[in-house]
């Protein structure tokens, strides 16, 4: 517990640091100031000074105070600061302790970090040459060891920051990334789902012609059988009435389709499967190289045309996933009929959807065909092993 509490208790003051730069900066400045003051009453043998010329008290907390606004205005701190510390230097006011100022090095340390490289370099050479031709002044008194310790200080503090600016472009430039892969997953999402409606909204589309070609039939030779047998006449309006609301039905869920994503594709002719011709699909996906299983339980019964369409549709999507991207040797196919609702289970026993980029279409189809008709899906990877495919379709009341 006590390494824990230890990273939590260092890791805090880090993340108070980055939330508030302003705040951090004005107490490191006044604590550098502080630090600086002490010199100008206390000599370097510990015995105290006279009072301290204002002026140069002035000067002290210009180099270290204008600290506070650095990484605001680094262009403007820098040279403020550097100006300072220069003065002070060639001024007879006693040593802050250093042959440069702390101030002074954090200026420096923050132009060289957020400025960019070419600016850094300009204001590093322009900062060594006026450090170089103050300590040449004779007022300074500086001896060699003074200029070996001061180029020694400016070039790690030039090398600190250059690291932490190319530290700090290189994470911007992980997060711009990651922004940038993340809208592209979104948008390939919706282009997914976008295609996958577009599909949804064909097939139902044959679906509501059929309803109506068939409508219209009847309602054509509905004057004539009226005529030579009104009860059959009576069970063809019955009939016509049935179809009329389940197209209706699907027309529906066609305009909901259509309203979220249109699609520019021709409809196609073909008559539309359903669950009836599963058998012929698991058939298909055993020459494929899967062992596939079919099993029904309770008493088929007859479905709506576009939810009997979407229930083979899943199935498809999920034997289709299961060849192609599970790497499964056998897989099983359920189809449970309830009281009020149609199941689904494809379960194979391979990986999984192992390429969002390939299988995830086949889920965000499933997904939507769903959806349309408010059932559940779920999919993921199995307990036992391999990966399964739940959907359930509440069948229509009445």
Not at 148 to 163: C, E, H, N, V
Not at 203 to 225: C, N, Y
Request: glycine share 10%; proline share 8%; net charge neutral.
């Amino acid at each position: 517990m006590d390494p824990i509490r230890g990273r939590l208790a260092a890791a805090s003051p880090v993340r108070w640091t980055r939330a508030h730069p302003f705040a951090a900066d004005s107490l490191l400045a006044l604590l550098l100031a502080g630090v600086s003051l002490v010199p100008l009453w206390v000599g370097s043998n510990g015995h105290e000074h006279n009072t301290p010329s204002p002026i140069a008290i002035g000067m002290v907390l210009l180099i270290n105070l204008p600290l506070a606004w650095r990484r605001r205005y680094p262009l403007l701190v820098g040279p403020l600061v550097a100006a300072a510390s220069i003065a002070y230097g060639i001024a007879p006011y006693p040593d802050l302790g250093a042959p440069v100022p702390l101030g002074a090095l954090v200026a420096f340390y923050t132009t060289m970090a957020y400025c960019s490289r070419r600016t850094a370099t300009l204001i590093a050479a322009g900062a060594g040459a006026a450090a170089l031709a103050g300590m040449l002044l004779p007022v300074t008194d500086a001896d060699p060891v003074d200029f070996a310790f001061a180029g020694l200080l400016l070039g790690s503090t030039w090398a600190l920051g250059d690291s932490a600016r190319s530290r700090r472009a290189y994470t911007a430039e992980l997060e711009a990334r990651a922004e940038r892969l993340e809208r592209e997953r979104e948008l390939e999402a919706s282009r997914a789902a976008a295609e996958e409606r577009a599909r949804i909204a064909r097939e139902l589309h044959d679906v509501v012609a059929h309803h109506v070609s068939i409508m219209v039939v009847q309602a054509e030779a509905g004057p004539v059988v009226v005529e030579r047998d009104p009860k059959t006449a009576a069970q063809a309006f019955d009939s016509i009435g049935a179809i009329g609301r389940q197209a209706l039905g699907e027309m529906r869920r066609l305009l909901g389709v259509l309203r979220s994503g249109e699609g520019r594709a021709a409809p196609s002719l073909a008559p539309q499967p359903g669950l009836e011709q599963l058998p012929a699909l698991v058939e298909q996906v055993r020459q494929a190289g899967l062992e596939a299983k079919l099993e029904v339980e309770g008493e088929p019964r007859p479905l709506p045309p576009g939810m009997d369409l979407s229930a083979y549709r899943i199935v498809q999507e999920a034997l289709t996933n299961a060849v192609r991207h599970a790497g499964a040797g056998t897989a099983k196919v359920l189809v449970r009929y309830g009281d009020g609702d149609v199941r689904l289970e494809i379960r194979d026993h391979g990986m999984g959807p192992c390429n969002d980029n390939h299988a995830g279409h086949g889920l965000v189809g499933m997904r939507e065909r769903v959806n349309l008709y408010g059932g559940d899906l779920a999919a993921g990877p199995h307990p036992d092993g391999g990966f399964a495919v739940a959907a359930r379709l509440p069948l229509p009341s009445g």
